[in-house]
Each structure stands twice: as structure tokens, then as C-alpha cells.
């Protein structure tokens, strides 16, 4: 690299480490944290993906220290599983509570921030044009979850941005690039054949009567049931 090119002191991972990049990422909310059977839903999610599922902890309403304990619960979880743990916005809690990492939106940290203030952590960001994924993979994310992709019921009164844009995020970036946006598993061949690494659900998986079918059902759709 001549001294005219790009900084590659916070470059992403390499394309051979994007593959534990979990495939399946069953992101929650507000009303589903909140739910009573929710560690056990979780627990099902995580026990029956494994690696391949990453849980991302996801709520505006906990306060800092009912956010940590759930996350700490959760983090357990991951170390009986190896599923991933992580924590939307908060990397302060995702590093003492012991999860995998942390999830950036615009609310967040930048990335760059991030990779210096929390380096042993794992960093994604949220993104939903070509610059804001450009920006973040120059700052040095290891995944995108990008979107949303498809008219969802979380978002009714926006037109998705389709396959298309996942397309292009993959073609101009080396890292994970995750499916985000009314995601069913019939979606997942075609998002695959434009380059997505995996998916993201939040109905599909946490609204499903067995959460743990909701993941086979995911992760056979993508082919990834046989090798972690």
C-alpha cells in the first residue's frame, strides 16, 4: 500500500474470519424484552443456533442497570451456547457485561470510537445508504446489518430498498453484509445470491409459536444447519 492510499490501521476483518460472523442475527425490541417467557425464548434461540445465531439486545426502555443485568443473563447464555451476545448502542454495557459486541446505529458511538474504546470487542453498524456503509467499514466495522430490504410491519409507511441494495454493499465491501427489513426464510436464496453473508428477524423469530423452529427454519433456508 503507497503512502497515498487509504489508512489501514483500523481495517475490517479479513474475508476468511467473516465466515464466524453469525449467519442469523434475531435482533429483539422494546415489547419483546420485555415479555415474561423471554429468557427462555432467548435461551431456545441461542441454544438451538449455536454460532450461528447472534441475539442482539435491543431496547430504549431499560435503564442502565436493568439493561446490564439482562445482558449479563444473556451473556451467560452465550458462554453455555456460543451464541453471540449483542448490545444495540451501548458499548459500555455490551464490554462489562461480558458480550460478544456491539451493534452502532446513529445513535451510537462512531465506529472508530468504538474500536478504541472497546477493541476487544466485536463491531457492527447499521446502515441504510452506500455512504453510511462506506463511512463504516473505512472506520473499521466487521459486519453491516443493512436495510431495511423489504416493507415491514415495523416499518408501514416506508418503501423498502430491496435486493438491490444489498447487491451493492456487497459488491463494494468485503465484510458481512446483513439483511435487515420484513426478512422471511423464502427471502434468504435470493439475498444470498446477491451477496449477503446472513439475515436479521425480529417477528420472525421472536413473534414465532417456537422460537427454536423460527431458527431451523432460518438457518435451513440458508444452508447453514451442517457447519457453524
Known sequence: MTGSGPDTSAAPVESAA???VPTL???????????SDFL????????????RVAVHLRTARLGGRA????????????AETGAWLV????ADVALTAGARGVQLT??????????????????????????????AVEAGVHWLV?????????????????????????????VPVIAIGGVRPEHIPMLRAAGAHGVAAIRGVWHARDAGAAVIEYLSAHGALESP
Open 146 to 174: 443493512a436495510g431495511h430490504v423489504f416493507e415491514s410491519d415495523g416499518q408501514p409507511d416506508q418503501d423498502g430498498r430491496g435486493v438491490a441494495f444489498i447487491e451493492r454493499l456487497a459488491t463494494m465491501h468485503a
Open 87 to 90: 448490545i444495540n448502542d451501548r
Open 18 to 20: 467473516a465466515t464466524r
Open 40 to 51: 427462555d425464548r432467548a435461551g431456545r434461540v441461542m441454544h438451538t443456533g449455536g454460532a
Open 106 to 135: 446513529s445513535r451510537s458511538m462512531s465506529p472508530a470510537d468504538a474500536r478504541r474504546a472497546v477493541p476487544a470487542l466485536s463491531i457492527g453498524a447499521s446502515v441504510h445508504s452506500t455512504e453510511d456503509a462506506t463511512g
Open 25 to 35: 442475527h434475531a435482533v429483539t425490541s422494546d415489547e419483546i424484552v420485555t415479555r
Open 67 to 78: 439493561l446490564h443485568e439482562l445482558a449479563s443473563r444473556l451473556a451467560a447464555l452465550q
